[in-house]
């Protein structure tokens, strides 16, 4: 007995819980035509008595729906059984799991789409006052002048912390994200590696967060105090509990954790206040604490699918506390719940049949469980589930015989950022022209200007350009607060895609002095739409940072990104990056995919191209041949690197005259050398004046010429008429070539 290889004669028993159609069994006879398939309905008896002895005999796959396992002695040629359970607690004292190994699949995973969107219905009825207009439409009512006394919102900007970042929790997060809210994860253990955030779950297509991409913050803890600071430190809007139950996690939410979180918002009256949704198990909130929470406005609500006690009695004082939402326990209920676990049956089948191990878990897998495993000790990171999934490195010893469905690898993977999902071409970043794009405010108040921001990228688009570089020097990046910086590259991103370009990728600029906070913008950098990350090194204690710090500052950073990373050369203000060094991070890590040298030095680009590129076999110059995009820095020195084997530039000339910078790479790479050096020189000629006029010079520039630019924010000055003029004037020689290549 036990898993072995997929032979020709598989029987797949399927006691179901109620005669569904057997159409929902064609894929599984497309995928495995020899596979015999039997299905039979359960009575809620032990299948030994509802099952005929023969049938449980012949089965060598049984799918089960109902709270008995088959006895081990009933079924001596089983490969695996599968449970439409998402859990095992029924069944963990069965002798199943108590008197033999035998593999338990499970159906943990398909839970997160109807979760997630319970978690959006009462997040919109509290937000929306959604009871309040039920209400006065029953009673025939129309109220628009009271209910806008309501102070109703949206969730756009607002941070939900979620408790327990697993399948159900990934979803809630994209769902979140959606929705323009930040996404902090809390889990047991560290989730410091790009392969520790990885969901190593099964994976309904087109949901969750595969790569663990959304959070913008990760956080973990095993104790109540560790989650006391993390309440009162990440000023949460919302809280989402969707964690296992065990003796450490019961009572987890008491009176000491609302008055830590109650403690990170703001005293004004009127101002809201955060919002707690309990989707794990009633007992893990204390309910005394909760109703004196929220009724001394501690907290501003909560949305219960689980209650303690539970059912919950008809008098009970929970019933009546007005901004708590209450549903019976059917978050998880859906239509399409036993067709997804068909599917998920399936997949390990063809792991079966592939002759591939099932993977094995801890014996408490499902997705909020009230039965902590046997085998370890009972804290918040002792039961792993479905919400908290467990990581890789997990020691063997404890890994019990149940079987987790993770097969991911087998299947299409969906996407695991919504803005991300079109940023990128196949092949990656192509040889051309990539535009670092200003930053663009309004005159009275400096605020965020995004219609100019979306105006100037296509516009950019429009002329050619073959990709965009955001919050880099010249776009005032040291001036922009995190958040501004994702309104930026959302408005970029969104502007593209609205106009068709979607295949253009995006870079934006992760420059922090830490690596922990370089590796947060880089996540932050793709769940707000980019492809790639463009890092410098850091500066601030350059002295004590060189080389040996500089390459393990890099290689931790690209580790952990969840982007491909560019590496920014800048010594004028940063620390150094020789050839050397830069050939060996180019060469030995995968996620490192290229590098921007505004250093000017060609010696140093043709060193690093010729020693990390093998030239290709065609004269067609992308990223799928290439492997490693070496831009120069600046437009002034194009055909210098285009004929030093440089993938083109990093152009800010570009963001006034970006036809003259594209023509002039489609020149010399179309081998029209006489014609490139011609333009080249008037391109240089244009460069240094906006190179030495700086970003208020470019702004200036772009607000004569296109009508638009602005100023830059302050203490960066403006220039005076006299300046502006004298500028434009020596522009003109450029501008005139732009407008022949209209």
Known sequence: MGEAGFTAGEHLLILRPFAWPDSWHDDLRRAFPSLQITALELDGRPLEESVPKDILAEATIIAVGGRHLPLPESIPDIKFVHTFSAGTDSFVKQPYITQSNLPLTTS??????????????????????????????????????????????????????????????????????????????????????????????????????????????????????ELRHFLSTTKLDHVVISLPLTPATTNLFDREEFDAWSSSFSSSPGTRKGFLTNIARGKVVNTDALIDAVRSEKIGGAALDVTDPEPLPKDHPLWDVEEIQISPHISGFNT???????????????????????????????????????????????????????????????????????????????????????????????????????????????????????????????????????????????????????????????????????????????????TRETVELCFEAQ???????????????????????????????ADASPIPVLVYSFPAITAGIDSDMMTELGQNHPNIVGCKLTCADTGKLNRIVSAVNRPPETEQRDCSQYG?????????????????????????????????????????????FQEASSLQA?????????????????????????????????????????????????FQELINIESRLQ
């Not at 918040?380 to 149940?402: G, K």
């Not at 940023?423 to 990656?428: D, I, L, V, Y």
């Not at 922009?480 to 295949?503: F, I, M, Q």
């Not at 993938?647 to 020149?667: E, H, R």
Request: proline share 6%.
């Open 108 to 225: 943990s995973g398909i839970h997160g789409p109807p979760i997630s969107e319970w978690v959006l219905l009462n997040w919109l009825v509290s937000s929306k006052r959604y009871n309040r207009l039920y209400e006065a439409q029953k009673s025939h009512e129309w109220i628009s002048r009271e209910f806008s006394q309501f102070g109703v919102s949206d969730h756009v900007g607002k941070r939900v912390g979620i408790l327990g970042y697993g399948s159900i929790g990934r979803q809630i997060g994209r769902v979140a994200v959606a929705m323009g809210m930040e996404v902090i994860a809390y889990t047991a253990s560290p989730r410091d590696t790009l392969e520790s955030r990885k969901d190593h779950g099964y994976i309904v297509p087109g949901t969750g967060d595969a790569n663990g991409s959304f959070p913008i913050e990760w956080h973990h803890g095993t104790t109540k105090e």
């Open 628 to 672: 490693f995009v070496c831009l120069g820095g600046s437009a002034d020195f194009l055909i210098q690197v285009l004929a030093g084997g440089g993938s083109g530039a990093v152009c800010g000339l570009a963001n006034i005259t970006p036809k003259a910078c594209v023509k002039l790479f489609d020149l010399w790479t179309n081998g029209k």
């Open 527 to 557: 769940s707000s739409g980019a492809g790639y990350a463009l890092v410098l090194p850091p500066f601030y204690y350059k002295e004590q940072c060189k080389s040996e710090c500089l390459k393990v500052f890099f290689t931790d950073v």
């Open 682 to 730: 008037a391109v240089a000629r244009g460069d240094w004046l906006v190179t030495k006029s700086g970003i208020v010079g470019m702004k200036s520039l772009l607000q004569h010429f296109f009508g638009y630019g602005g100023f830059a924010r302050k203490p960066l000055p403006r220039l005076s008429k006299q300046e502006e003029i004298v500028l434009r004037e020596k």
């Open 336 to 514: 399409a719940y036993y067709t997804r676990a068909l599917d998920l049956l399936k997949g390990n089948i063809e792991r079966l049949e592939k002759g591939k191990e099932l993977i094995s878990s801890n014996m408490a897998c499902s997705d909020v469980t009230d039965i902590p495993s046997p085998t370890r000790n009972h804290g918040i990171h002792e039961s792993p589930s479905i919400t908290d999934p467990p990581r890789p490195d997990t020691p063997s010893s404890y890994q019990p015989h149940v079987a987790v469905n993770t097969f991911k690898d087998e299947q299409p993977s969906p996407s695991s950022s919504i803005a991300s999902e079109s940023s990128t071409t196949s092949n990656g970043l192509r040889p051309g022209i990539y535009v670092p794009t200003l930053a663009f405010f309004s005159p009275e108040k400096e605020d965020l200007d995004p219609e100019t921001t979306t105006k100037h990228a296509i516009r950019m688009a429009q002329a050619g350009i073959t990709g965009f570089i955001v919050h880099g020097t010249i776009g005032e990046v040291a001036h922009l607060s995190r958040p501004e910086r994702k309104v930026v590259t959302k408005a970029t991103r969104a502007a593209l895609d609205s106009e068709g370009y979607n295949h253009i990728p995006i870079i934006v600029g992760c420059n922090a002095q830490s």
